[in-house]
């Protein structure tokens, strides 16, 4: 059975940096193909891709938000970790993790169930 | 980047009843990449269906996906009480991968 859940802050000052955690199971990081992700919501608006990081490591980030955000893996540890930098109230939103195997559905085909961070003073 | 538009905003529809979601882009979606989404409040959303037409794993079929290009839909032909949710579609052949905004499937 394959989990993943994400873990962090849920309240975050404007200007801080935020870190986030995501902890799966049931799949193998090391695994060719597979790749992890991050993906958020602004409360009543859509779901927006942040990063993606695969089992060799490479790393994609949307390109608006690059400056922004790094993605790193810990395959011992089977965790994936999103920083993202100079927070604003602007980025309150749910954040999700979610797996990806490119050699099947393509897309994120197993997600967290979300966690709910607000930035505010 | 590829905008996703999605209709209705909202579908109001009672149990048995056949829904119709539609998703547009705003230019093609490479190699019909394009999924849908269910999400109910507190989960993750779920994979319906992939490369416009194919069914996740553990899918029941009366979810069906078509089109290509820039018109996509997503077919319920039987609507039952655990479908009312809110749908989403993706496109992802081109970077970066967005969502549409979404569908809300009510009960009437």
């Known amino acids: ?121 | 980047e590829i905008v996703l538009t999605q209709s209705p905003g909202t579908l109001s529809l009672s149990p048995g009843e056949r829904a119709t979601l539609s998703c547009r882009a705003s230019q093609s979606v490479s190699s019909s990449f394009l999924a849908w989404f269910q999400h109910k409040p507190g989960q993750g959303p779920r994979l319906l269906i992939y490369a416009a037409s194919t069914r996740a794993t553990g899918i029941p079929d009366r979810f069906s996906g078509s089109g290509s290009g820039t018109d996509f839909t997503l077919t319920i032909s039987r609507l039952e009480p655990e479908d009312f949710a809110v749908y989403y579609c993706q496109q992802y052949g081109n970077s970066p991968q967005t969502f549409g905004q979404g569908t809300k499937l009510e009960i009437k």
């Open chain 1, 1 to 121: 059975q394959i989990t993943l859940k994400e873990s962090g802050p849920a309240l975050v000052k404007p200007t801080q940096t935020l870190t986030l955690t995501c902890t799966f199971s049931g799949f193998s990081l090391t695994t060719s193909g597979v790749g992890v992700g991050w993906i958020r919501q602004p409360p009543g608006k859509a779901l927006e891709w942040l990063a993606l990081i695969y089992w060799d490591d490479d790393q994609r980030y949307r390109p608006s938000l690059r400056s922004r955000l790094t993605i790193t893996k810990d395959t011992s540890k089977n965790q994936v970790v999103l920083t993202m930098t100079n927070m604003d109230p602007a980025d309150t939103a749910s954040y999700f993790c979610a797996r990806k195997d490119s050699f099947g559905p393509g897309t994120f085909d197993h997600w967290g169930q979300g966690m709910f961070v607000t930035v505010s003073s």
